[in-house]
């Protein structure tokens, strides 16, 4: 069974290359990573070789390719650094205030990093197909000027050989976590920039989001042989390493070990690293083989970290009936890092937290595995179509493994729901369509990529039925999966699942800060008025309750939908007969409509999946 699973796997991930999108003529860029580092753990250094094979696929030569060098990033004067100092509400992880609780003044404190704690990936030597290769450093860009162009559906190789120094300020990436991890390598290689229709994303880390091109990976990571490690792909040699096998015969050479890892069409890979580790695995349903490496603390910490495993594995079997099949054979769950971070068949997360939020985070970061992962999102443009739908995948298992009790009745949103109306209240919203990294604040940015991301997938189902919003992630899935989908094809499907016209519902919860608020107006004995009080219209259910204890569900489409949703299968709405109204059109502020009897209780969207800022009117009780 071991080797069918594995062969089905080869030939999801191989195939995947000639299966055309929907989208009539999609491209995508393709590279095949050969790196070898060695790694001076004393002084925190590391000497690297890489071999890049990179396809053009893009109609078009290339006489520049870009690279990413995000250890650049942790020296003082970077944009980074920058960032931190002038940003009302910076990243605590990475500042210190200077100032006073009620008039704080915020220091970054990659300003104060020395030679010895800065960050950095100093390139020596790059070649293509043999041939030196002009080359600059600009901040955490690499800039590479070719000898000969890389025609239109050709393959260049690229040899890159560069040293680099592993950051003492943790982001993500860097040294000697507060947790006691000595490596935590994210972004640690020369990383081909993604290169697709709306041309180069050349974006300065300042510590947000990533986008990439899908590739294959086979990674050597020379240690001293106390290590072990946790990574991206599959472990090639674990007979020859510690922690993986009980009667493992270590295979050392000048004192180091070498781990050795390959893993197909994903497009990041990570590692980490400490004496320290310890790992553990167990496989699901579908035969994926989960491992946590992590430091064993304290017996609580090891009892979380099993509980935890076992749910994740639960995790990985519900994500793969609800937004389609894992494909590769492993997934790592490693402590590290200074939070939680996804990467490709991998994640950091820090590890000394109580069970709840040990699994939260977990199911988070594994969520990813679907969006951004399997679906290439460029989460540095549409960070909420990444990160939102990931907290609606996590949010969907919390309820259903963790707490044990199936998803809300209603809406398993709600929390997310309530955290975008107090954004929206705040005065602090701007347009989730903005780059994730120019957001004025980290609140905003926080709530529109997570909250309201997930507030839009979960409204996206009351617009178009549950049932449909289920049909049209899976359909997603079958066209989109290995491939770099944006916001406008999701809606493509969704649109083609349900028979209705979303372009209004994107264009302005995405690219405006409007907002949706209902009331009802006036009941009387023969009829019901309702009124839009916003400026962003919406359709609308409204659920009944006559005086003779009978019950009616109005359904009043929006015109701009050219459709209408199937009736849907909650427990309020079960026996109770459905009627469908006109269209009520978007320049018309108040919609009247008769009823059969006089009314005694009226709900406004009884399931609260219309995301309503203001919600107290929408409900009516007569006296």
């Known amino acids: 069974m071991k080797s069918i699973f594995f062969l089905v796997a080869l030939i999801t991930l191989t195939s995947t290359h000639s299966t055309l999108a929907q989208r009539k003529g999609y491209w995508q860029q393709h590279v095949d990573y050969k790196i070898d580092v060695d790694v001076d753990e004393k002084n925190y250094q590391y000497d690297g070789t890489m071999t890049l094979k990179y396809t053009n696929n893009s109609g078009q030569p290339l006489s520049k390719v870009y690279f990413h060098l995000y250890f650049n990033a942790f020296q003082p004067g970077s944009m980074m650094d920058y960032r931190l100092s002038n940003i009302a509400d910076p990243d605590s992880r990475m500042t210190t205030n200077i100032g006073t609780k009620e008039n704080p003044k915020w220091e970054s404190r990659i300003a104060k990093l020395t030679p010895e704690q800065i960050g950095y990936q100093k390139i020596k030597t790059v070649s293509m197909n043999g041939k030196s290769t002009d080359f600059k450093t600009d901040g955490t860009l690499l800039e590479v000027t070719l000898p000969e162009a890389i025609a239109d559906g050709t393959t260049a190789s690229f040899e890159l ?26 972004q640690w290689y020369p990383k081909m920039a993604h290169f697709d229709e709306f041309g180069w994303h050349l974006d300065e880390y300042v510590a947000r989001e990533f986008v990439a091109p899908f590739g294959n990976f086979d990674v050597s990571i020379h240690l001293n042989k106390n290590y072990i490690v946790g990574a991206s792909g599959v472990l090639q040699n674990p007979s020859e390493v510690k922690g993986y096998q009980h009667k493992a015969k270590i295979k050392t050479e000048n004192n180091k070990t070498t781990w050795h890892y390959k893993a197909e069409n994903i497009h990041d890979f990570v590692w980490a690293a400490d004496p320290k580790f310890v790992v553990d695995s167990t496989k699901n349903k579908n035969g994926t083989t989960l491992y946590t490496v992590y430091i064993p603390t304290n017996d609580s910490i090891v009892a979380n970290w099993k509980q935890a495993l076992g749910l994740a594995a639960d995790f990985f079997d519900m994500c793969g009936q609800k937004f389609g099949p894992y494909p590769w054979p492993t997934y790592t769950i490693i402590q590290g890092g200074d939070g939680g971070m996804e990467y490709g068949t991998a994640t950091l997360v820090t590890g000394g937290r109580n069970i709840k939020s040990l ?14 992962h399997l679906l290439g999102i460029n989460e540095t443009v549409d960070e909420w179509f990444d990160e939102g739908f990931t907290s609606y995948v996590e949010e969907l298992g919390m309820q259903q493994l963790f707490y044990k009790k199936g998803a809300l009745e209603t809406n398993p949103m709600i929390d997310a729901y309530r955290a975008y109306y107090k954004l929206a209240l705040s005065g602090k919203e701007e347009p989730m369509s903005l780059l994730a990294d120019y957001y004025n604040t980290n609140y905003g940015y926080s709530n529109q990529a997570y909250n309201k991301g997930a507030v839009l997938a979960e409204q996206l189902g009351y617009i178009i039925g549950k049932s449909n919003l289920d049909k049209t992630f899976l359909k997603f899935y079958d066209i989109w999966k290995f491939k770099h989908p944006t916001p406008n094809d999701f809606k493509r499907v969704a649109e083609d699942i349900s028979g209705i016209n979303l372009k209004w519902y994107f264009n302005l919860f995405v690219n405006t800060t409007r907002h949706i608020d209902y009331g009802i107006q006036q009941a009387t004995a023969d009829h019901v008025t309702l009124q839009n009080k916003s400026n962003l219209a919406m359709p609308i259910d409204v659920l009944i309750e006559y005086e003779d204890g009978t019950k009616e569900l109005f359904y009043i489409p929006l015109r701009e939908m050219r459709g209408e949703k199937p009736a849907e299968d909650y427990t309020i709405y079960q026996n109770v007969k459905r009627t469908i109204l006109e269209d009520w059109n978007w320049t018309v502020p108040t919609y009247t409509f008769p009823v059969s009897k006089v009314p005694s209780k009226i709900w406004i969207d009884p399931t609260q999946r219309l995301a309503d800022i203001e919600s107290s009117d929408n409900y009516y009780e007569r006296k």
């Open 161 to 186: 050989i560069w040293t680099a120094q592993v950051p003492e300020q943790i982001r993500r990436t860097g040294r000697n976590s507060k947790e006691g991890v000595a490596l935590s390598m994210a």
């Open 359 to 372: 699994v939260g985070v977990i199911f988070h970061e594994a969520a990813h595995s679907w969006y951004q």
